[in-house]
């Protein structure tokens, strides 16, 4: 991208205007498309119907409502200071992550060419990576019962760590030299501004990028509630825990798929131990999983940072930061973040090392580190195989083959294998050897479907299968035209700007014009296509799934915004940047996309079930069912409720792609023995979610076994097999009942 000298400012010109007329009339056209679309809030008129986004930027005039809901407008206990100990357990599994990296980051070939804020979010990533599989290691050999043998595996870690990095710094190996740290932009960057406008809004913009940061932090840290945060993001680690041991899972299919950044949960619930143990390590492992679209915005502003100067670096990151797609899944405690940062660390560190990879300089080491990242990503989510490991594979194989160095080649692909067997191959050798498919419970027509019935096979390629658009069609021009419009123009995870600054990005890398040599900006072009055509052909096409492709497009639009600084208006830009994080900023402190309820004590949040003019955030059941049945040997089996994590007592469950144990104990039985089974299961109680049975039954939803209908469970009460338990819900919703004993 050309440089500009001094002499260059940000006025208008004769040549200048056709190119200002553009960009301007451009960017009106696309915020009045973007503020068109439905209201995140769920604003609508006095008919009902949707209001547009343009009103959910006018509530910012309601900052005082905002803010009051941060305390929640003084209805419940005020608090922070319970947070501080979910801090120190985030800060001290980063650095305990970062000192475990480091020493790969060392012995790479990356030591001379990357800022010293890209080699400490590598080196995170790698470490966090490694800690991963090591809970796994140890939770598959029983060992999760109590904290010391997790905690000596670390130790152990954490001591060869050390031992490894004295070697490189006797070796004399340092990371970040002069020369390659991050510079301030000058005027040889960008335009300079021509008005103390132009200085402000350049000031403006790390404040309100570090502010963002911290309304997604705060996020973080809430106790969670999105669905299936519940029923297998936290669930699966704290079963884990209760019962020892990583195995086979039968009432719930999502535990046995790759879990690699659900693990930072499990270490820090065994670490953290006890009967509460469970409930204060998920909060640090729901901070540390959120955290990784930080560590992703800081690897990608430190990135662009050091090929185009801080200013880009900071755009590119405050737009990752903005979508409030990337705060959503961050503060909910999902794990496409995880996913995006791992995708985005293996497109950074293979376009780094490219030069030696073609070379044939690159070190054995440089293998190992791309395929750790890339393994990390397919150890989080099966999508990762697809997303990162096969396009990093084929990038990295065309490199050796320009190389012409058949020895050099073996060492490099054996040090990704490594990489991989550091990550990601556990897992699926895991499932191989409990269900002898690596990928259950996808690819069965390879593998087989063992663990499934042929109904519950059927039931789940029903669920997930590619959708259709009118007319029947999945992929055809109106099904590409659909999703692209879903993805470009409904979406509620982008900011205001990012997609045009995203086009002016991609219309720059194509046109290519005098100075722009480097290869990565058409490689992560590659790379976004491709995510893009995974998500297309192969996933049930919601938004969250092309989310990890995010910082990909963000560091496209940043390349954008740097060519609009350099050839307009360095204040312009700016604005565009801004727009976007104050849109981003108000959606996320307003709660629209997480709970915002920063200032409540953490006690108040875990006991939330709401009232009757508020939902809570739990579910009335649940929190009735923890009030209620809090006996020392009771134990709930649910019908229907998988939002299993937050019942304090224990609980037996499944999901609706499971078959209910329920079901194999009450179906078709003698009363005699249908009570003889709940008792030798423990079951004192049987709570049965109406609701939530309907809407897995509904048309077009996931689906659910026939068992139970109403007349079943009104046999089992005639038969003194249940006995009716008053609770305060209508029975057509929730019914509760007792199990009536043997004897």
Known sequence: MPKLNSQVDNRFSRQTLPLWGLVLVGWIVSLGLFFSQPSLLGLTDELGQPMGRLVDLMQVLLVDQVAAGMVAHGRMEPGFADRWPLLLGLFGWMLTAGWVGLPLLLRSSLTAS???????????????AILSTVTLGVGLAGELSSRWPLLLAFAALVVGAGGLTMVQLRRGVTLSVGDVRIRRSSSADLNRPTSQLGVWLGRLLPVATILIATLTLLGCLMPPWEFDVVEYHLQAPKEFVQTGVIGFVPHNIYANMPLGAELHSLAAMVLVGGSQGWWWGGLIGKSITGSFSLLAAALLGGFVARKFGAWSGWVAAALLLAAPGS?????????????????????????????????GTARWSDGLLIGLLAGAAAACKYTGLLFVVLPIVVAVLLALIKSRRKP?????????????????????????WWTGNPFFPLATSLFGSSGLSVEQLAQWQHAHHVPSVAGGSRYGLIALWEAGLQILLRSNFLPPTLVFLSICGVAVVWSKPAGMTAKWYRGWLYLLIWVGLVWWLGTHRIDRFWLPA?????????????????????SLATIMVLLSLFYGGFIIASGAIGDNR????????????????????????IGWANETLDGPDQRLLLIGEAKAYDFRMPIIYSTCFDRSPAEAWLLNQEPQQQRESLAQAGVTHVLINWNELARYRSPGNYGFSAWPQREDIERLVSDRVLRPLDSPFAAQNVEVFEVVSPN
């Open 598 to 621: 920063f200032f409540v004590s953490l006690s108040a949040l875990r006991g939330d079930s709401g009232s009757d003019d508020s939902p809570g955030r739990l579910a009335s059941v």
């Open 327 to 359: 705060a959503h899944v961050s503060m909910a405690g999902l794990i496409d973040m995880v996913l995006a940062a791992y995708l985005l660390a293996a497109a950074v560190v293979t376009t780094l090392l490219w030069p030696q990879l073609r070379s």
């Open 408 to 432: 050099f080649a073996l060492k490099i692909v054996a040090g990704g294998f490594v990489g991989l067997a550091l990550t990601c191959l556990p897992w699926y050798a895991k499932n191989l």
């Open 550 to 570: 995010l910082p990909l497009a963000c560091g496209l639009a940043a390349v954008g915004a740097s060519w609009i600084a350099r050839r307009l208006s360095l």
């Open 114 to 128: 990357i800022s010293r804020l890209e080699s400490g979010v590598l080196a995170v990533l790698a470490g966090a």
